[in-house]
C-alpha cells in the first residue's frame, strides 16, 4: 500500500487527505505541519476572529475525531527540515519519514518589515497564522492608534476590524492608490470612500521609512518625512511561496513550486497545491491564492494520485468582508483594458465588469451575489456580452446565461 506523505497542513492539506481517502485509498496517509493547531480556515482570521465575532473552535477544519476515523495521521508542530526524492524520505530532524508519493501544501508566509527599519520591534505584527491574531488581539483597545502598513485586502481588512473596535486607524500605501495591484481604479476608490466613512485616514503614495521604540514600536516615520505616535504595526505587504524545501530537493521552480496541469512537479512523486503552487492556464502560469483554489486544486491531485489523469481547470474566485460589504471577486482581470459599471438595487450595492476588448475577464461585486454569480457563470462558460448590455440598468443578468 502507498505511503503518501503531505507537508503543510492547511486547507489544502486537510482537503486532500480527506478526498484521497473518499477515493478509496487504503494506504498511510500522513499530514505535516509545523504549527502546533489542527488545520484551520485562514480567511476569518483578519476578519470574523479578529474581530470576536468568531470562537477559536469554529476556526478548524475538523477535530481531530475527524482525522483518526478517517485513520489519517496528523504530525502537528513538526517542522520538515529537508527532502530527499532518491530514497524518498522526507526528514523531521534526524527522523526520517518514508513515501510513496508527497503532496506539497506549504503554502505562504508573509513578508515582513525589514528589522534594519525596526520591523523585529515589539507590536509589530502580520496577519498570517493563528498566533499572528492571538498575538496581536490584546492590542485591539479603544482608542489606541495603529499604523497599517499596505493598502492590499488584508491591509484593509484588518483597518476595517480596528476601526469598528474603535481604534485611530491610519493606512500607508506606497502604491498611488490602494489595491492597485489587485483591482481597478473603481474599485479602489469604492474602498477608498468606505474606509474614510468610518474614519480610517489613508496615505496613498506614501511609504514607511523607520519605526522607533527601545523595545517595543512608539513611533513611525513616513517617506514624506512625517512621525506618527503608534502603539502598534499591522504590515499587510504581500506574501511569499514557501518554496525552500522543494527548491533545495531539485524541484523547478517558477513564480512558486511549478506544477503541470495535473499537479505534478518535476519530480514524478512530488506534487503540489495552493498558495505555494503554479500551474499553466493557457499560454501563461498562475499562482492563485485563495482557498477555492487550494481545495480544488488538492482534490484533483488527489484524484490524479489514484490514476484518474484529470487535468485541473482553475475556475479563481475571491471574497473579502470590510464593515458591511461584501466584495466577491470572480475570474482573473489579469490585461484587462476597460472596466464597466453596473450599478445595484441596494445601498452600496454596485459591480465593476473587467474586459479586454469585448472578453469579460472578471468582475468584482461590491453588495451584489447576484452579478457575481451571473459573473461567475459567464466567465466559466466563456460568454462575453457587449459592455453597454451590462450596464443598461433594464438588462435582466439572468437572461445573458441562456
Known amino acids: 500500500m502507498k505511503h503518501v506523505v503531505v507537508i503543510g497542513a492547511g486547507q489544502a492539506a486537510s482537503a486532500f487527505a480527506f478526498k484521497l481517502r473518499a477515493l478509496g485509498h487504503k494506504g498511510a496517509i500522513t499530514l505535516i505541519g509545523d504549527e502546533p493547531a489542527l488545520p484551520y480556515q485562514r480567511p476569518p482570521l483578519s476578519k470574523a476572529y479578529l474581530l470576536g465575532d468568531m470562537s477559536r473552535e469554529r476556526l478548524f477544519l475538523r477535530p481531530q475525531s475527524s482525522y483518526d476515523e478517517a485513520d489519517i495521521t496528523v504530525r502537528m508542530g513538526a517542522a520538515v527540515t529537508s527532502i530527499d526524492p532518491k530514497t524518498q524520505q522526507v526528514y523531521l530532524g534526524g527522523e526520517g519519514i518514508a513515501y510513496d508519493e508527497l503532496v506539497l501544501t506549504t503554502g505562504s508566509a508573509p513578508i515582513r518589515l525589514p528589522a534594519q527599519i525596526g520591523g523585529d520591534l515589539q507590536g509589530v505584527f ?137 499537479g505534478a512537479t518535476s519530480d514524478p512523486h512530488i506534487w503540489a497545491a495552493g498558495d505555494c503552487a503554479s500551474f499553466p492556464i493557457g499560454d501563461t502560469r498562475v499562482r492563485l491564492e485563495s482557498v477555492p483554489n487550494a481545495i480544488d486544486q488538492a482534490e484533483i491531485i488527489a484524484q490524479n494520485i489514484m490514476g484518474a489523469g484529470i487535468v485541473y481547470h482553475a475556475k479563481p474566485w475571491f471574497w473579502s468582508d470590510q464593515y458591511d460589504v461584501k466584495l466577491q471577486i470572480a475570474g482573473l482581470n489579469t490585461g484587462y483594458d476597460t472596466v464597466v459599471t453596473r450599478v445595484g438595487d441596494k445601498p452600496h450595492s454596485v459591480s465593476h465588469w473587467y474586459y479586454c476588448g469585448e472578453t469579460l475577464l472578471a468582475v468584482d461585486a461590491m453588495n451584489a451575489p447576484r452579478d457575481y454569480m451571473i459573473g461567475k457563470r459567464l466567465i466559466e462558460a466563456g460568454k462575453s456580452p457587449a459592455s453597454d448590455v451590462i450596464t443598461n440598468p433594464d438588462t435582466v443578468l439572468k437572461s445573458l446565461l441562456s
Open 126 to 262: 502580520c496577519v498570517r497564522t493563528l498566533a499572528d491574531i492571538d498575538a496581536m488581539a490584546p492590542y485591539f483597545i479603544e482608542n489606541r492608534r495603529v499604523l497599517i502598513v499596505g493598502g492590499g485586502y488584508i491591509g484593509l481588512e484588518a483597518a476595517a476590524v480596528a476601526a469598528k473596535r474603535g481604534l485611530h486607524v491610519t493606512v500607508v500605501e506606497m502604491a498611488e492608490r490602494i489595491l492597485q495591484r489587485v483591482a481597478a481604479p473603481q474599485t479602489s476608490d469604492y474602498f477608498r470612500a468606505l474606509h474614510h466613512s468610518h474614519g480610517v485616514t489613508l496615505r496613498e503614495g506614501v511609504g514607511l521609512t523607520q519605526l522607533n521604540g527601545d523595545d517595543h514600536v512608539t513611533q513611525a516615520v513616513l517617506s514624506t518625512g512625517e512621525t506618527l505616535d503608534v502603539d502598534f504595526v499591522i504590515a499587510g505587504i504581500g506574501i511569499r511561496p514557501n518554496t525552500a524545501l522543494a527548491e533545495a530537493a531539485g524541484v523547478k521552480i517558477k513564480n512558486g513550486i511549478s506544477t503541470d496541469a495535473f
